[in-house]
Protein backbone atom coordinates (compact mmCIF):
# COMPACT_ATOMS: atom_id res chain seq x y z
CA UNK A 1 0.00 0.00 0.00
CA UNK A 2 1.23 3.62 -1.12
CA UNK A 3 -0.17 6.68 0.00
CA UNK A 4 2.76 9.09 -0.98
CA UNK A 5 3.38 11.04 -4.00
CA UNK A 6 3.66 11.80 -6.52
CA UNK A 7 1.16 8.60 -6.35
CA UNK A 8 1.00 8.06 -10.47
CA UNK A 9 4.88 8.47 -10.72
CA UNK A 10 6.03 6.32 -7.99
CA UNK A 11 3.33 3.17 -8.65
CA UNK A 12 4.41 3.61 -12.36
CA UNK A 13 7.83 2.84 -11.23
CA UNK A 14 6.55 -0.01 -8.80
CA UNK A 15 4.64 -1.83 -11.07
CA UNK A 16 7.55 -1.31 -14.05
CA UNK A 17 10.80 -2.44 -11.66
CA UNK A 18 8.64 -5.04 -9.82
CA UNK A 19 6.03 -7.57 -9.66
CA UNK A 20 5.10 -6.71 -6.09
CA UNK A 21 1.40 -6.19 -5.80
CA UNK A 22 0.46 -3.07 -5.00
CA UNK A 23 -2.11 -0.37 -4.93
CA UNK A 24 -1.74 3.43 -4.36
CA UNK A 25 -4.15 5.11 -2.24
CA UNK A 26 -5.22 8.43 -2.01
CA UNK A 27 -8.46 10.37 -0.14
CA UNK A 28 -9.63 12.73 -3.18
CA UNK A 29 -12.35 10.91 -3.76
CA UNK A 30 -13.41 10.37 0.03
CA UNK A 31 -12.84 14.18 0.61
CA UNK A 32 -14.74 15.54 -3.11
CA UNK A 33 -17.98 13.10 -2.54
CA UNK A 34 -18.31 15.04 0.75
CA UNK A 35 -17.33 18.22 -0.52
CA UNK A 36 -20.18 17.26 -3.41
CA UNK A 37 -22.84 16.70 -1.00
CA UNK A 38 -22.71 19.46 0.62
CA UNK A 39 -22.70 21.86 -2.09
CA UNK A 40 -25.79 20.45 -3.20
CA UNK A 41 -27.65 20.49 0.01
CA UNK A 42 -28.09 16.77 0.81
CA UNK A 43 -25.61 16.27 3.64
CA UNK A 44 -23.65 18.22 5.93
CA UNK A 45 -21.66 21.50 4.48
CA UNK A 46 -17.92 20.53 4.68
CA UNK A 47 -15.76 23.19 5.09
CA UNK A 48 -12.10 22.78 3.18
CA UNK A 49 -9.49 21.78 5.84
CA UNK A 50 -6.77 24.30 6.52
CA UNK A 51 -5.57 22.95 9.68
CA UNK A 52 -4.37 19.82 11.20
CA UNK A 53 -7.47 19.55 13.66
CA UNK A 54 -9.40 20.43 10.62
CA UNK A 55 -8.05 17.24 8.21
CA UNK A 56 -8.45 15.43 11.88
CA UNK A 57 -12.53 16.42 11.92
CA UNK A 58 -12.79 15.87 8.14
CA UNK A 59 -11.82 12.47 7.88
CA UNK A 60 -13.22 11.01 10.55
CA UNK A 61 -16.72 12.33 9.64
CA UNK A 62 -18.74 9.18 7.63
CA UNK A 63 -18.91 9.35 4.15
CA UNK A 64 -22.37 10.11 2.71
CA UNK A 65 -24.78 6.59 2.94
CA UNK A 66 -27.29 8.13 0.22
CA UNK A 67 -24.55 8.71 -2.33
CA UNK A 68 -23.63 6.37 -4.63
CA UNK A 69 -20.31 7.40 -7.65
CA UNK A 70 -18.70 6.44 -10.15
CA UNK A 71 -14.85 8.02 -10.70
CA UNK A 72 -12.11 7.41 -12.69
CA UNK A 73 -9.13 9.24 -14.40
CA UNK A 74 -5.76 9.84 -13.01
CA UNK A 75 -4.62 10.35 -9.39
CA UNK A 76 -5.75 13.96 -8.69
CA UNK A 77 -7.40 14.20 -12.25
CA UNK A 78 -10.09 11.81 -11.51
CA UNK A 79 -13.37 12.29 -12.88
CA UNK A 80 -17.52 11.53 -11.65
CA UNK A 81 -18.47 10.23 -14.38
CA UNK A 82 -21.62 9.58 -12.21
CA UNK A 83 -22.73 11.20 -9.11
CA UNK A 84 -26.17 9.52 -7.77
CA UNK A 85 -27.93 10.22 -4.67
CA UNK A 86 -30.66 7.73 -3.42
CA UNK A 87 -30.27 6.39 -6.92
CA UNK A 88 -31.24 9.78 -8.88
CA UNK A 89 -28.74 11.47 -11.51
CA UNK A 90 -27.54 14.71 -8.99
CA UNK A 91 -25.30 16.11 -11.97
CA UNK A 92 -27.81 18.65 -12.66
CA UNK A 93 -27.80 19.91 -9.08
CA UNK A 94 -23.89 19.82 -9.20
CA UNK A 95 -24.26 21.94 -12.56
CA UNK A 96 -26.48 24.61 -10.96
CA UNK A 97 -24.71 24.71 -7.76
CA UNK A 98 -22.16 26.77 -9.81
CA UNK A 99 -24.40 29.47 -9.52
CA UNK A 100 -24.52 29.18 -6.24
CA UNK A 101 -22.21 32.30 -4.55
CA UNK A 102 -20.96 30.12 -1.62
CA UNK A 103 -20.24 27.01 -3.78
CA UNK A 104 -18.76 28.57 -6.45
CA UNK A 105 -16.15 30.40 -3.34
CA UNK A 106 -15.14 27.71 -1.77
CA UNK A 107 -14.79 25.88 -5.03
CA UNK A 108 -14.02 28.25 -8.02
CA UNK A 109 -11.45 26.01 -9.63
CA UNK A 110 -12.97 22.50 -9.87
CA UNK A 111 -16.19 24.34 -10.76
CA UNK A 112 -14.55 26.20 -13.66
CA UNK A 113 -13.27 23.26 -15.22
CA UNK A 114 -17.08 21.60 -14.78
CA UNK A 115 -18.32 24.83 -16.69
CA UNK A 116 -15.83 24.22 -19.43
CA UNK A 117 -15.08 20.53 -19.38
CA UNK A 118 -18.12 18.35 -18.20
CA UNK A 119 -17.49 16.89 -15.30
CA UNK A 120 -16.49 17.22 -11.87
CA UNK A 121 -12.87 16.11 -10.82
CA UNK A 122 -11.84 14.71 -7.63
CA UNK A 123 -8.99 16.90 -6.42
CA UNK A 124 -8.68 19.87 -4.43
CA UNK A 125 -8.48 23.24 -6.03
CA UNK A 126 -4.66 23.79 -4.85
CA UNK A 127 -3.38 20.30 -6.60
CA UNK A 128 -5.91 20.70 -9.72
CA UNK A 129 -5.00 23.96 -10.54
CA UNK A 130 -1.16 22.89 -10.48
CA UNK A 131 -1.49 20.27 -13.14
CA UNK A 132 -3.42 22.73 -15.85
CA UNK A 133 -2.02 25.75 -17.13
CA UNK A 134 -5.04 27.94 -16.52
CA UNK A 135 -5.49 29.62 -12.90
CA UNK A 136 -2.06 30.09 -11.39
CA UNK A 137 -0.74 32.46 -14.53
CA UNK A 138 0.16 35.77 -12.04
CA UNK A 139 -0.50 36.50 -8.17
CA UNK A 140 -3.99 38.07 -9.64
CA UNK A 141 -5.34 34.52 -10.81
CA UNK A 142 -4.37 32.84 -7.77
CA UNK A 143 -6.36 34.97 -5.41
CA UNK A 144 -9.15 35.22 -8.12
CA UNK A 145 -9.60 31.61 -8.63
CA UNK A 146 -8.20 30.21 -5.32
CA UNK A 147 -10.18 31.87 -1.87
CA UNK A 148 -8.02 30.41 0.69
CA UNK A 149 -4.31 28.93 1.30
CA UNK A 150 -2.76 26.48 3.10
CA UNK A 151 0.88 25.92 3.64
CA UNK A 152 0.81 22.00 3.19
CA UNK A 153 4.68 21.61 4.86
CA UNK A 154 3.69 23.44 7.69
CA UNK A 155 0.70 21.61 8.11
CA UNK A 156 2.72 18.40 7.91
CA UNK A 157 5.26 19.33 10.43
CA UNK A 158 2.70 20.28 12.81
CA UNK A 159 0.98 17.03 12.68
CA UNK A 160 3.90 14.83 13.05
CA UNK A 161 4.40 17.04 15.69
CA UNK A 162 0.96 16.79 17.35
CA UNK A 163 0.61 13.01 16.54
CA UNK A 164 3.88 12.24 18.59
CA UNK A 165 2.63 14.00 21.82
CA UNK A 166 -0.90 12.01 21.19
CA UNK A 167 0.53 9.03 20.97
CA UNK A 168 3.11 9.33 24.03
CA UNK A 169 0.28 10.65 26.19
CA UNK A 170 -2.23 7.24 24.91
CA UNK A 171 0.89 5.18 25.84
CA UNK A 172 1.13 6.80 29.09
CA UNK A 173 -2.57 6.37 29.52
CA UNK A 174 -3.37 10.07 30.09
CA UNK A 175 -5.25 9.91 26.62
CA UNK A 176 -7.83 7.47 25.28
CA UNK A 177 -6.67 5.57 21.97
CA UNK A 178 -9.46 6.33 19.53
CA UNK A 179 -10.82 3.40 17.50
CA UNK A 180 -12.98 4.68 15.18
CA UNK A 181 -12.89 4.52 10.97
CA UNK A 182 -11.85 7.08 9.24
CA UNK A 183 -12.48 7.39 5.23
CA UNK A 184 -9.13 6.28 4.49
CA UNK A 185 -8.78 3.39 2.40
CA UNK A 186 -5.65 1.58 4.80
CA UNK A 187 -7.50 -0.64 7.23
CA UNK A 188 -10.60 -1.52 5.37
CA UNK A 189 -8.34 -2.92 3.05
CA UNK A 190 -6.80 -5.22 5.79
CA UNK A 191 -10.72 -6.02 7.18
CA UNK A 192 -11.91 -6.93 3.76
CA UNK A 193 -8.95 -9.04 2.93
CA UNK A 194 -9.08 -10.75 6.16
CA UNK A 195 -12.93 -10.86 6.73
CA UNK A 196 -14.02 -11.33 2.72
CA UNK A 197 -16.35 -8.77 3.88
CA UNK A 198 -16.45 -6.81 0.33
CA UNK A 199 -16.10 -3.35 -0.16
CA UNK A 200 -15.67 -0.88 -3.38
CA UNK A 201 -12.89 1.50 -2.95
CA UNK A 202 -10.90 4.01 -5.84
CA UNK A 203 -7.06 2.72 -6.30
CA UNK A 204 -4.48 3.54 -7.93
CA UNK A 205 -3.19 0.46 -10.47
CA UNK A 206 -1.70 -0.16 -13.64
CA UNK A 207 -3.96 0.67 -16.29
CA UNK A 208 -3.75 -2.99 -18.51
CA UNK A 209 -7.20 -2.47 -20.71
CA UNK A 210 -9.33 -0.45 -17.31
CA UNK A 211 -8.92 3.09 -19.11
CA UNK A 212 -9.09 2.08 -22.67
CA UNK A 213 -8.13 5.68 -24.33
CA UNK A 214 -5.16 5.60 -21.69
CA UNK A 215 -2.05 4.35 -21.90
CA UNK A 216 -1.85 0.98 -21.84
CA UNK A 217 1.41 0.96 -19.25
CA UNK A 218 0.53 3.98 -16.75
CA UNK A 219 -1.18 4.36 -13.28
CA UNK A 220 -4.84 4.62 -13.49
CA UNK A 221 -7.37 5.69 -10.60
CA UNK A 222 -10.56 3.38 -10.81
CA UNK A 223 -13.10 1.71 -8.88
CA UNK A 224 -11.60 -1.57 -7.02
CA UNK A 225 -13.80 -4.71 -5.14
CA UNK A 226 -11.51 -5.84 -2.25
CA UNK A 227 -12.46 -9.33 -0.66
CA UNK A 228 -10.06 -12.11 0.93
CA UNK A 229 -8.75 -12.78 -2.90
CA UNK A 230 -7.38 -9.05 -2.69
CA UNK A 231 -7.66 -6.59 -4.59
CA UNK A 232 -9.42 -6.24 -8.27
CA UNK A 233 -9.75 -3.56 -10.15
CA UNK A 234 -13.01 -2.86 -12.28
CA UNK A 235 -12.94 -2.27 -16.01
CA UNK A 236 -14.17 1.39 -16.83
CA UNK A 237 -14.10 1.41 -20.81
CA UNK A 238 -13.47 4.73 -22.85
CA UNK A 239 -13.23 8.25 -20.83
CA UNK A 240 -14.66 11.14 -22.19
CA UNK A 241 -12.50 12.68 -24.85
CA UNK A 242 -12.26 15.82 -23.27
CA UNK A 243 -11.47 13.87 -20.02
CA UNK A 244 -8.73 11.86 -21.35
CA UNK A 245 -6.97 14.64 -23.55
CA UNK A 246 -6.31 16.02 -19.63
CA UNK A 247 -5.30 13.10 -18.47
CA UNK A 248 -2.90 12.56 -20.85
CA UNK A 249 -0.91 16.21 -20.55
CA UNK A 250 -0.15 14.70 -16.64
CA UNK A 251 0.64 10.99 -18.00
CA UNK A 252 3.35 12.46 -20.46
CA UNK A 253 4.94 14.42 -17.85
CA UNK A 254 4.92 11.02 -15.51
CA UNK A 255 6.42 8.82 -18.08
CA UNK A 256 9.17 10.77 -18.03
CA UNK A 257 9.58 11.19 -14.39
CA UNK A 258 9.68 7.45 -14.02
CA UNK A 259 12.47 7.07 -17.08
CA UNK A 260 14.29 9.93 -14.87
CA UNK A 261 13.87 7.66 -11.64
CA UNK A 262 14.78 4.31 -13.12
CA UNK A 263 17.63 5.37 -15.39
CA UNK A 264 18.53 7.76 -12.87
CA UNK A 265 18.68 10.48 -15.60
CA UNK A 266 18.94 14.12 -14.86
CA UNK A 267 18.43 15.20 -18.57
CA UNK A 268 14.97 12.85 -18.10
CA UNK A 269 14.49 15.05 -14.98
CA UNK A 270 14.85 18.19 -16.66
CA UNK A 271 12.58 17.48 -19.33
CA UNK A 272 9.64 16.34 -16.96
CA UNK A 273 9.27 19.30 -15.87
CA UNK A 274 9.59 21.05 -19.42
CA UNK A 275 6.59 19.07 -20.14
CA UNK A 276 4.95 20.13 -17.38
CA UNK A 277 1.29 22.05 -18.81
CA UNK A 278 1.78 24.70 -16.02
CA UNK A 279 5.37 25.40 -15.74
CA UNK A 280 5.68 25.07 -19.28
CA UNK A 281 3.04 28.13 -19.81
CA UNK A 282 5.13 30.26 -17.61
CA UNK A 283 8.79 29.47 -18.12
CA UNK A 284 11.37 29.41 -21.15
CA UNK A 285 13.48 26.06 -21.53
CA UNK A 286 15.87 28.02 -20.58
CA UNK A 287 14.29 29.48 -17.15
CA UNK A 288 13.26 25.53 -16.82
CA UNK A 289 16.64 24.10 -16.96
CA UNK A 290 18.25 26.61 -14.89
CA UNK A 291 15.14 26.22 -11.83
CA UNK A 292 15.64 22.53 -12.35
CA UNK A 293 19.77 22.71 -12.23
CA UNK A 294 18.94 24.74 -8.68
CA UNK A 295 16.80 22.15 -7.49
CA UNK A 296 19.51 19.53 -7.68
CA UNK A 297 21.76 21.96 -6.41
CA UNK A 298 19.83 22.63 -2.86
CA UNK A 299 18.73 18.64 -2.95
CA UNK A 300 21.53 17.06 -3.65
CA UNK A 301 22.18 15.04 -0.38
CA UNK A 302 19.34 12.82 -0.95
CA UNK A 303 19.99 13.34 -5.18
CA UNK A 304 23.57 11.95 -5.57
CA UNK A 305 22.31 8.92 -7.59
CA UNK A 306 21.25 10.83 -10.26
CA UNK A 307 23.28 11.25 -13.33
Not at 186 to 211: C, D, E
Not at 230 to 259: D, F, H, K, M, W
Not at 263 to 289: F, G, H, Q, W
Request: contains cysteine.
Amino acid sequence: INYANPMAAIMWAVNRASTIRSVGLCHSVQATTKEIAGYIEVAEWENYPVTDRDWHDFYYRPMPEQVNFWVAGINHMAWYLSYEVNGRDAYPEIREAYNNPKAYEADTVRFEILKHFGYFVTESPHHMSEYVPYFRKSPVDIERFMSYTWNALEITRQKGKDDDLSIQRQIEGEEPIELKPSVEYGAQIINAVMTNQVIRINGNMSNSGLITNLPQDCCVEVPCLVDRNGITPCYVGGLPPQLAALNRTNINVQSIIVEAALNRSKEAAYRAVMLDPLTSSLLTLDDIRKMVHEMFREEREWLLHME
